[in-house]
């Protein structure tokens, strides 16, 4: 056994250490307290005060317990790196961190570092930093991240230009990530700033939480989904996520064709999805959530609503936009994932309005929520009221769909049409569950209009009551 002693230097403003992660809420508020001094810094779990190497037992749940604690409680968020290092037989801890977006606040308390001290930062210090940050060239969107271009997912980048090349708001043909990068103003050379890192790189910048709950409380969840990713990725998982969970009805108007109709219009989910993606407080490190209640929809964007501004102006007047991320939203402007900068409130409560589904809007300190009640829009009172003349159905594909009674004209006609028809044969030309049908023929029976004779593969149907 190597018994030596090693020794790695002193203290200072920039180097804490810790003898464990027993430490760790002191070495978060260290990790704050350093960066809003110095930008960047060290910390060591695994060192006494002096410098001695003592070691501590290290395994993966250590690691990712450190990254979480400071992912959790440092806002804005940091990324920090992570590694073990060895001093003979001695594990060691080493967290290597930097960010210039300060203030940092640690456990939601801003700290200065002076010499090897955190101390509580005044209040007018902290208001110059604020101010600082929220000049356009201290923006955390337009800061160098740590991500370089060769990090970009490209399929997320080609279905990007893909989509802005078709609605002609890029003209540029390359579809080098380089290129591509530079002509939208989202590199640094060969980094991406934080702006382009969050739209294209699969990393754990954003996150999207999304959960269903049992009734209209946070009491019982059914299912519950967290994800990272780029910006353009999680906006598709929550809108299909929503529309997944939605229901869904079916009208027919006489013919085979069937029109789909959500109870909350999906082009209003969408908007509200990338509103909140694209104007939410990133570095703060909180999720975009998306909760779903038995009697409405709520998607929650961390980032309080601008002052003295409230969602009804940007509805009922003509605002200049507050753009809290002007790059991202420039860039999703492009491909027309935003179609107008100030515009999105106003369009998601046009298209409610235009179903009859209710809206509104909350803010509060923390962020800012747009909640969608749900079977309140036409032609929904009537199938909720009246359980005998609904039935739900597990779309294998996406969704569920809620089939209006006047599925059973269509199956009586086609039953009058071919009186050797299978239900089996009718689900499948009306890509309905084969159980619906068998329900629907049932309803039919109960009322006398239809009957069958022989088997359920080689009998007949026969016409009762042709009115």
């Not at 299909?240 to 029109?259: C, H, N, Q, T």
Request: glycine letters at 6%; a negative charge; one cysteine or more.
């Amino acid at each position: 056994m190597n018994n030596k002693s090693y020794s790695i230097g002193e203290e200072n403003e920039q180097v804490e250490f810790k003898k464990s992660t027993a430490e760790l809420k002191e070495a978060v508020v260290s990790v704050a307290a350093i960066l809003n001094k110095h930008n960047s810094g060290k910390v060591y779990f695994g060192v006494k005060n002096d410098g001695t190497v003592v070691g501590q037992e290290i395994n993966d749940t250590t690691l990712r317990t450190i990254s979480q604690a400071i992912r959790t409680h440092i806002h804005p968020a940091i990324y920090p790196t992570i590694s073990k290092i060895s001093y003979g037989d001695k594990k060691v801890v080493l967290v290597e961190f930097s960010g210039k977006q300060c203030p940092y606040l640690a456990y939601n308390v801003p700290r200065i570092r002076v010499a090897d001290e955190d101390l509580v930062m005044d209040q007018s210090m902290y208001e110059e930093m604020l101010r600082k940050r929220d000049s356009i060239g201290y923006s955390w969107e337009s800061q160098k991240s740590d991500y370089r271009i060769a990090d970009i997912d490209r399929d997320t980048l080609i279905s990007y230009l893909k989509k802005a090349k078709d609605v002609g708001r890029i003209s540029f043909e390359s579809e080098e990530p380089e290129d591509v990068m530079a002509r939208l103003g989202l590199s640094d050379g060969e980094y991406l700033l934080n702006a382009g890192a969050a739209l294209f790189v699969d990393s754990g910048i954003n996150e999207l939480q999304m959960a269903k709950f049992a009734s209209d409380e946070r009491l019982t969840f059914t299912d519950i989904r967290r994800y990272n990713g780029s910006i353009l990725t999680l906006t598709e998982k929550a809108t299909s996520y929503i529309a997944d969970s939605m229901d869904w009805r079916v009208e027919f108007d006489g013919s085979l064709e069937r029109k789909e109709i959500s109870e909350i219009p999906v082009d209003a989910i969408r908007e509200a999805v990338v509103n909140a993606f694209a104007h939410r407080l990133i570095e703060s490190g909180q999720s975009v959530e998306v909760a779903i209640y038995r009697s409405f929809i709520e998607i929650y964007s961390p980032g309080k609503f601008p002052e003295e501004i409230t969602p009804e102006m940007f509805i009922n007047e003509i605002h200049k936009p507050i753009r809290r991320n002007p790059l991202i939203t420039r860039t999703l402007y492009y491909s027309k994932d935003m179609e107008s900068f100030a515009t999105g409130l106003k369009r998601i409560q046009v298209a409610c309005d235009n179903s009859n589904c209710r809206v509104e809007y909350y803010g509060d300190t923390y962020g800012f929520t747009v909640r969608f009640y749900r079977h309140c829009g036409e032609g929904w009172d009537d199938i909720l009221q009246n359980d005998s003349n609904m039935t739900p159905v597990a779309n294998d594909v996406v969704k569920d769909v809620v089939i209006k009674k006047s599925i059973e004209d269509v199956v009586f006609e086609m039953i009058k049409s071919d009186s050797t028809i299978t239900a089996a044969k009718i689900a499948q030309s009306l890509s309905v569950n084969p159980r619906t049908i068998q329900r629907v023929i049932a309803s039919l029976k109960r009322k006398g209009k239809v009957d069958r004779e022989g088997s359920r593969r080689y009998g007949h149907w026969i016409i009762i009551d042709d009115n």
